[in-house]
């Protein structure tokens, strides 16, 4: 009889410490989300000032035939645009982004084919899109237009042999 008591109390005890356990791993997983809840993220704001940036330095590295630095700056607005819709897809400006998407796609294929004179158009129609998208969700006010200086004065955006 004793030993069946053991058994019996050694289960129960089992029992106890696997929702002990449990209850501790809810604990420590309700206490990250808090963590993550509370993190940092970068609002819409930044990350469209990012690449108001990378706008104006495209087009400078394209004027300046720098294909290299032009085709690192479209790609950086391309992957703004992937961030935007990561972390912030809650919002509706979030969700109309992907209408850029095409007119970046030709701009690759501008900076691709080293031609100035495509460069310019496909940079035109993507500050035009850009403007389209800003009209579409209600920030119209906020015209973006072809740089006429500089975006940054510590960076030659002639290319380098």
């Known amino acids: 009889m004793k030993i069946i008591i053991l058994i019996c109390l050694f289960?129960?005890?089992?029992?106890?410490?696997?929702?002990?356990s449990g209850d501790a791993d809810k604990a420590v997983i309700d206490s990250l989300r808090m963590k993550i809840d509370a993190s940092y993220h970068p609002g819409l704001g930044e990350f469209m000032s990012g690449i108001q940036t990378h706008h104006a330095k495209l087009w400078f590295a394209g004027m300046n035939s720098?294909?290299?630095?032009?085709?690192?700056?479209?790609?950086?607005?391309?992957?703004?645009?992937?961030?935007?819709?990561?972390?912030?897809?809650?919002?509706?400006?979030?969700?109309?982004?992907?209408?850029?998407?095409?007119a970046l796609d030709s701009m690759v294929a501008a900076v691709n084919h080293e031609d100035t004179t495509d460069f310019r158009r496909k940079f035109t129609i993507l500050t035009e899109t850009c403007n389209k998208c800003h009209q579409a969700v209600e920030f119209g006010f906020n015209v973006v237009t072809i740089p006429k200086a500089l975006p940054v004065t510590n960076q030659d955006f002639t290319p380098k042999p």
Do not use: Q
Not at 77 to 96: C, G, P, T
């Open 66 to 102: 720098n294909w290299k630095l032009a085709d690192f700056e479209v790609h950086e607005i391309i992957e703004s645009l992937d961030d935007i819709e990561n972390f912030d897809k809650e919002r509706k400006e979030s969700k109309m982004v992907s209408m850029i998407r095409p």
């Open 11 to 20: 289960f129960f005890t089992g029992c106890l410490v696997h929702t002990n």
